[in-house]
């Protein structure tokens, strides 16, 4: 993989698709949410009118909160969009919708279609069975009980909307737009200053070119919580990053994944770290679980074209476990393994680099595993080392951890906090010892303050599909010295990347 990048930092659907019915001109949908459509209830014409409508709404947003459920309904399925669940559910889709709605003048509805560039494809079409208890879920690091799903008979569907927009001849083209990398030069710490590349998916249609947006299926901008607050809402990098920062700001991007096993990784067909690297642009990638043995360095080490910096940690004590790793494309002034204290540096779980402005740390924090035998070794030993770890660096300049900290803190940030309560990740031990020995400390949950009541996860269990229904754990942090938290530009999430059982995670800092 050349080191030109020449994707968006925002995932972008890749097809979508238009097709005319000649017989008697009527929209036709297979989704549920389109029962109207089906008795050919809406043509051409009415969906014109319901752009026309919607192009209202966009100009008076407040009158969709005086519209009642059967008017959102009716509205939402008239552009062809799954009218389901409560008021609030019906007011965001409409809304999420405005933002991408089509031009009245080409009356093309949407397809609700989902196809990601990504390794673990989900599948458009999913069955919710009913449990008749709660199932407990386990992989090899994280202990996860499932929590039972309201019973009710019946299936839920998300079916491909089919036939329901008017055909034209059309093909995809995608237009790269390759802008030109400056740099201030990145020995000694310097960070690259660059224009950020990006990518524009447009149809052509009939000759002319146009932009069609995609309603997409994306279970992560669900509101998936047992038990949600008054005001939360969730996580849509879509719409809650803010704008990319202009070519002279000076700034740094940070990326961190829990990739549980690099290698099974790199086999993958779809999206990989070499994707990731195209994509997003990032500066730095911190990587935990890699599962590497000291072996198998040297040969995996240059694994991204233009990141020569790399800085490779393994455990010793128990081979193909645990593991971390800096890969970046500036040279850092040091680097160090461990916290300096043997009873906790043989599984490769520390990397620390110093860079010009702050140090880097990248931990991979002990699971307490099952039955929670290594609980009392995690809050009473680790943790507090750590903390006095990165109190001692703080004193010469500030520090940011990144990594897989094993512990969702707050219960916004577990789908599930009263089934977990006992469970590795989510004790009241644990999370009291996250407050006391970071967040108590002067570290600051950088995600958090930008997202103080939004529900965003970062781990979901393999089995029972938890990831196709959004019941996750936000494990993954950057947390940041209190000196340079207001210098935090972005703190996101990356929820469409698959591969493994977290996605990533990343921090735009600026300099």
């Known amino acids: 993989m050349g080191s030109k990048r020449s994707l968006s930092n925002s995932s972008v659907p890749v097809s979508s698709s238009i097709v005319e019915d000649k017989k008697d001109k009527k929209l036709k949908g297979s989704i549920s949410a389109n029962q109207d459509l089906e008795k050919g209830a809406v043509k051409e014409n009415g969906v014109k009118s319901s752009l026309g409508e919607i192009q209202r709404f966009k100009d008076d947003p407040a009158k969709i909160e005086t519209m009642t459920v059967q008017e959102l309904r009716s509205t939402l399925r008239s552009v062809g969009v799954p009218a389901k669940g409560c008021k609030r559910d019906l007011v965001y889709a409409l809304k999420c919708f405005m933002d991408t709605k089509i031009d009245g003048e080409n009356p093309l509805a949407v397809e609700e279609h989902v196809s990601y560039v ?91 070119e146009v932009n069609l947006p995609v309603v997409k299926t994306e279970p992560w901008t669900v509101l998936a919580h047992k038990k ?42 779809g999206f990989s770290a070499l994707q990731l690297a195209q994509r997003e642009d990032f500066d730095v990638l911190c990587l ?21 910096n790399t800085f490779w940690t393994c455990s010793v004590s128990k081979l193909g476990y645990s593991g971390t790793a800096i890969i970046s494309r500036i040279k850092p002034l040091s680097v160090r393994y461990g916290l300096g204290i043997s009873d906790h540096d043989s599984e490769g779980r520390l990397v620390t680099a110093e860079f010009d402005s702050f140090y880097l740390l990248n931990g991979y924090v002990p699971n307490s595993g099952d039955g929670l035998k290594r609980l009392s070794y995690r809050v009473t030993e680790w943790d507090l080392s750590l903390s006095n770890y990165m109190k001692e660096l703080e004193k010469s300049k500030p520090v940011i951890l990144t990594g897989d900290l094993n512990c969702a803190h707050e219960e916004i940030d577990i789908f599930n906090p009263a089934g977990n309560k006992r469970s590795a990740g989510f004790t009241d031990e644990e999370r009291e010892s996250f407050g006391t020995n970071f967040l108590s400390r002067g570290f600051v949950d950088t995600f958090r303050r930008q997202h103080p009541g939004v529900v965003g996860y970062t781990y979901w269990g393999y089995r029972h599909g938890l990831r196709k229904t959004n019941k996750g754990w936000r494990l993954d942090y950057f947390l940041v010295s209190e000196s340079i938290a207001d210098k935090a530009y972005d703190s996101y999430i990356l929820p469409d990347v698959g591969g493994s059982d977290h996605c990533p995670i990343g921090l735009i800092l600026k300099l």
């Open 288 to 308: 935990q679980e890699t599962k590497l043995q000291e072996k198998d360095v040297e040969e995996i080490k240059s694994l991204i074209d233009g990141y020569d």
């Open 228 to 269: 949600p607050q008054k005001g939360w809402i969730p996580y849509n990098p879509r719409t809650m990053r803010p704008p990319p920062l202009t070519r002279d700001t000076k700034y740094v991007k940070l990326m961190s994944w829990n990739v549980n096993g690099l290698r099974a990784l790199l086999k993958l067909e």
């Open 118 to 208: 990504s390794a673990e494809s989900m599948s458009i079409q999913s069955e919710v069975k009913n449990l008749s208890e709660e199932e407990r879920v386990e992989n090899a690091d994280i202990d996860l009980e499932v929590p039972a799903l309201p019973r009710h008979k019946g299936r839920i569907k998300k079916s491909v909307a089919e036939g329901n927009t008017v055909k034209v001849d059309t093909k995809m083209v995608t237009m790269k737009q390759k802008l030109s990398i400056k740099s201030d030069g990145v020995s000694g710490g310097k960070f690259s200053q660059a224009k950020r590349t990006s990518e524009i998916v447009t149809e052509v249609v009939n000759g002319d």
